[in-house]
Every structure is written in structure tokens, then in C-alpha cells.
């Protein structure tokens, strides 16, 4: 019962939050609105410090809540990532050890009408490709794994990026 309360509970703090930002971006989007006179602008901005350091407990639950879902928008852009480059590694090394071993088994044969250059060429490539079969190994050991920590997060901050007042046009 608890956890369905604190659900509807915060689906309408969202809900608020939304309606919040409709009216900020309304208000400030009309171009006939006024501004407070210099002297309400002045201490306005002599108690933003206090007012930002007033609200920021209030904030912190929210932005935790969002800095929740982030991490784990980016753990899910992540592991699909790490398999994608995993099973491309997989299929070219698979790629070029078939290609290798295609060769490998009758070189003799498969070079019988070949001139000399034709074969140093077949055997400069079949070294290159036992090369990158090597390579495909350190590869798969470690660059899947690379790509998915690029996605995690390392650091969390709060930092108040601006504040704004809504100050009523009569006063």
C-alpha cells in the first residue's frame, strides 16, 4: 500500500513539475512581460545565494531521482554497445580465421600456377591475418568492457545552474 502511495505521490510531483516549467516557459517566452523595478531586482539578487542555498535540500531528492534514471539510461545504451562490438569482433576474427585457414591447409596447392610476387603477396597476407587473429584476442579481452565503462558514471554533482523569481506585474 506504502509503495503504490509514494508512487502516485511522486507521479504528481511530476505532474506539478510539469505544470511548473509550462508556466515558467510561458512566462518567459512573453515578450510583453515586465520586469520588477531596479530596487526589487537588487535584492533580489542580494538573497539569491541564500534563497539557492535555501531550496537545494528541497532539490536534492529530485535530482537524485534523476540522476538514478540517467545512470541507468546510460547502463542500458551501454550493454548493447559492449555486445554489438563484441559479436563484430567475433564475426571478423571468425572471418579471417576461415580466410586463413582456407589457405593454410593446401598452400602448396593453391600457389602451384603462382609466380614467385603472387606468393610472397599470399603469404605476406596470410602473416597479416594470423596477426590480427592475435590482435582480435586482446581485443575481445578488453574493448568490449572499455566501451561499457564509458558509459558509466563516474562523479555526481548538484550544481545550480540558474534561479529564477516570477514577480507578479501589479506589485
Do not use: C
Not at 510531483?13 to 523595478?37: F, H, I, Q, V
Not at 535530482?63 to 551501454?78: M, T
Not at 603462382?114 to 603477396?121: A, L, N, V
Amino acid at each position: 500500500m506504502r509503495a503504490v502511495g509514494v508512487s502516485k505521490s511522486l507521479t504528481r510531483s511530476g505532474e506539478a513539475e510539469t505544470k511548473t516549467l509550462d508556466l515558467l516557459e510561458r512566462s518567459l517566452g512573453d515578450p510583453g512581460r515586465r520586469m520588477p523595478d531596479e530596487a526589487i531586482q537588487r535584492g533580489l539578487l542580494a538573497a539569491a545565494a541564500r534563497d539557492i542555498e535555501e531550496l537545494l535540500p528541497q532539490l536534492e531528492p529530485r535530482a537524485e531521482e534523476l540522476a538514478v534514471q540517467a545512470v541507468e539510461k546510460l547502463r542500458r545504451r551501454g550493454e548493447p554497445e559492449e555486445r554489438d562490438l563484441r559479436e563484430t569482433l567475433e564475426r571478423q576474427r571468425e572471418r579471417v580465421h576461415e580466410e586463413l585457414a582456407k589457405y593454410e591447409g593446401e598452400f602448396e596447392q593453391l600457389t602451384l600456377d603462382f609466380d614467385e610476387e603472387e606468393k610472397r603477396q599470399l603469404e605476406a597476407n596470410m602473416y597479416a591475418w594470423r596477426r590480427r587473429l592475435q590482435q582480435f584476442d586482446r581485443d575481445l579481452e578488453g574493448e568490449p568492457q572499455r566501451v561499457r565503462e564509458f558509459y558509466e558514471v563516474r562523479a555526481k554533482r548538484i550544481e545550480p545552474v540558474g534561479l529564477v523569481y516570477l514577480w507578479p506585474e501589479t506589485n
